[in-house]
């Protein structure tokens, strides 16, 4: 092989090696902005969906404390209704109490 063709194989290996380093730099720069921009994206995935959490746990507590309220007023309106009930027998039970009184 002459000299020439020596220097020009030498040249051109000297040539891709360089392309090839370049490339591998390009390379692990576009895996870093992807890194980022990967990590960027689970970030707001994140905090949407802790933004979610958040008020899928409110509304279930306003459910909660309407339930509970709800519930707080229907045993109010029984203890009304049974106290009503209680009030209405105390002529009755007084004059059972007075006719056993008597009758001892």
Do not use: F, G
Request: hydrophobic share 40%; proline share 1%; aromatic share 2%.
């Amino acid at each position: 092989m002459s000299q020439d063709a020596i220097t020009e194989v030498l040249r051109i290996e000297e040539k891709m090696n360089q392309m090839r380093e370049e490339t591998a730099a390009d390379c692990r720069q576009k895996l870093l902005t992807a890194q980022r921009s990967a990590e960027c994206l689970r970030e707001q995935a994140r905090a949407e969906a802790e933004a979610e959490v958040r008020e899928m746990m409110s509304e279930a507590e306003r459910q909660a404390a309407q339930a509970t309220y709800h519930a707080l007023e229907e045993a109010s309106a029984q203890w009304e209704h049974k106290k009503e009930e209680a009030r209405q027998r105390i002529p009755q039970a007084a004059r059972w109490i007075m006719e056993k009184v008597v009758e001892r």
